[in-house]
T-cell receptor, first 112, second 111 residues
Framework: EAQVTQNPRYLITVTGKKLTVTCSQN?????MSWYRQDPGLGLRQIYY???????DKGDVPEGYKVSRKEKRNFPLILESPSPNQTSLYFC???????????FGPGTRLTVT | EDQVTQSPEALRLQEGESSSLNCSYT??????LFWYRQDPGKGPEFLFT???AGEEKEKERLKATLTKKESFLHITAPKPEDSATYLC????????????FGAGTQVVVTP
């Protein structure tokens, strides 16, 4: 069964302190994506990756970076977090030609 | 611009009281419409994919249907464990991999 793991699951940090949220899938799916979820705004895509070394911006990429050096891993990097990045973050992969996306358990980030 | 609108925002049902959730969409070239269930603090759980108008999918008490402008998620004889937020998303033909989500419908089923 294909699964996505995210770490950490909960994180409280301070403004400006660089952090990385890891995302790992246990299969070799090519497509992966990061979303943030905020009350009243729903799920919004931050970045996505079609394959190793191929990434592109989603709807809300400002303040975030990603990298895809290996197919299984797709970390989300916040170089200088700010309080408006306090949110619930989800990593997802897309399963082949069915276009279905499967989500990880989420990372709740609080930036003070 | 692709848009997805879900209604109602919230729905309170008695156990056994069937109802429908609506997802209206505008998208240039629908690649797929997806329904997810989300429990508080957890990741969305995939339910269905619909690809073309007239298509229907069923799973237990849930049935999803699709027309050219909207999709319905019918909940038949719901149970308290069906309480969750139901999310609708679309993927346009020109934006492979990008899901556009609606805001969701929060469903509460009381015994």
């Amino acid at each position: 069964e294909a699964q996505v793991t995210q770490n950490p699951r909960y994180l409280i940090t301070v403004t400006g302190k660089k952090l990385t949220v890891t995302c790992s899938q246990n299969m070799n799916h090519e497509y992966m994506s990061w979303y943030r979820q905020d009350p009243g705004l729903g799920l919004r895509q931050i970045y996505y990756s079609m394959n190793v070394e191929v990434t592109d911006k989603g709807d809300v990429p400002e303040g975030y970076k990603v990298s895809r050096k290996e197919k299984r891993n797709f970390p989300l990097i916040l170089e200088s977090p700010s309080p408006n990045q306090t949110s619930l973050y989800f990593c997802a992969f897309q399963s082949g030609g069915n276009y279905e996306q499967y989500f990880g358990p989420g990372t709740r980030l609080t930036v003070t | 611009e692709d848009q997805v609108t879900q209604s109602p925002e919230a729905l309170r049902l008695q156990e056994g009281e069937s109802s429908s959730l609506n997802c209206s969409y505008t998208v240039s070239g629908l690649r797929g419409l997806f329904w997810y269930r989300q429990d508080p603090g957890k990741g969305p759980e995939f339910l269905f994919t619909l690809y073309s108008a007239g298509e229907e999918k069923e799973k237990e008490r849930l049935k999803a249907t699709l027309t050219k402008k909207e999709s319905f998620l019918h909940i038949t004889a719901p149970k308290p464990e069906d309480s969750a937020t139901y999310l609708c998303a679309v993927q346009a033909g020109g934006s492979w991999g990008k899901l556009q989500f609606g805001a969701g419908t929060q469903v509460v089923v009381t015994p």
